[in-house]
């Protein structure tokens, strides 16, 4: 038992690789980071970065970086063949940017390949013009997330009355808006959360969206996002009420990555020492 009397089996510990090349995929790293204890391995995605981003408010941008993005979907279906336990998700998948047939048809197969084991993290993305290039108008970009997360399921849905059981994947918005909480409650499965750019109390704010629509707020989940690697900030989180977290991981070689994901399997060994 730790933190607020929560037992180690109800809390999770997941990685996202943020400078991730495709390079490094391979079988060994996968199965490393499922004996380390880790409950997922996020991957991030970006389709392309316009020149021009005049338009867009955020400046932070380092176009290097975010161009590098791999794709997800085929380097999680390498890892899910490798593994057994390990989940698998998208931190987060560009919904604006992505046709929602094709998306679909991708999730069922990485979950056919995964046994299920597939987490689908969406947002609309922040890049005006990126999403403007596929089509997407910036001002309706939620709207867009709404309609293509109704069209897959209920694609889903057509395919588990003409073939076989299809297991829908949990889908977790990753978004720190005020409307997020909302949001998250009337069409999503949880909240990948970036406290520290949420303005509000989190899970006060989702408790309250929850009552709001008469969803049970154990229905919803919150995975904590840029969790911080230290022992006694987990412990913060865990009486604040945080189960679940993921850590990112910005190593920029094969021995810079080992290294962190041991120090992180090692905190992991602390909170749940009988993994």
């Known amino acids: 038992m730790v933190g607020r009397h929560v037992n180690s089996d109800d809390l999770t510990f997941s990685i996202c690789l943020t400078n991730f090349d495709p390079y490094l995929s391979n079988a060994l790293l996968y199965k490393t980071i499922e004996r380390l204890g880790f409950y997922a391995l996020f991957l991030p995605e970006n389709s392309h970065v316009p020149v021009d981003r005049s ?35 998208t931190s987060v998948t560009l919904l604006t940017q992505r046709d929602a047939q094709f998306l679909a048809r991708s999730v069922s197969s990485l979950q056919f390949l995964s046994n299920d084991r597939f987490i689908l993290g969406i947002a609309g993305g922040f890049i ?34 003409a073939q076989h059981k299809f297991q829908m994947p949990p889908i977790f918005i990753g978004s720190n808006s005020s409307k997020v909480p909302l949001r998250v409650a009337e069409y999503a499965d949880g909240w990948m959360l970036r406290k520290q750019m949420y303005k509000g109390d989190a899970l006060t704010d989702l408790k309250a969206a929850c009552r709001l629509l008469r969803r049970p707020y154990s229905s919803v989940k919150v995975i904590l996002m840029g969790a911080s690697p230290e022992r006694d900030e987990i412990e913060k989180e865990i009486f604040y009420g945080i189960n679940n977290f993921l850590f990112f991981s910005s190593a920029e070689d094969k021995s810079a990555l080992e290294d962190e994901l041991q120090r992180l399997g090692e905190l992991i060994s602390i909170f749940k020492p009988s993994r």
């Open 128 to 161: 005006r013009e990126a999403m403007e290039n596929h089509g997407s108008d910036f001002n309706a970009r939620w709207n867009i997330v709404k309609s293509r997360v109704s069209q897959m399921r209920a694609d889903w849905l057509r395919a588990n009355s």
């Open 55 to 89: 338009k867009t408010l955020k400046k932070d941008v380092d176009p290097a970086r975010i161009r590098g993005f791999c794709d997800p979907y085929p380097v999680l279906s390498s890892c899910a063949v490798a593994t057994k336990r390990l989940m698998l998700g």
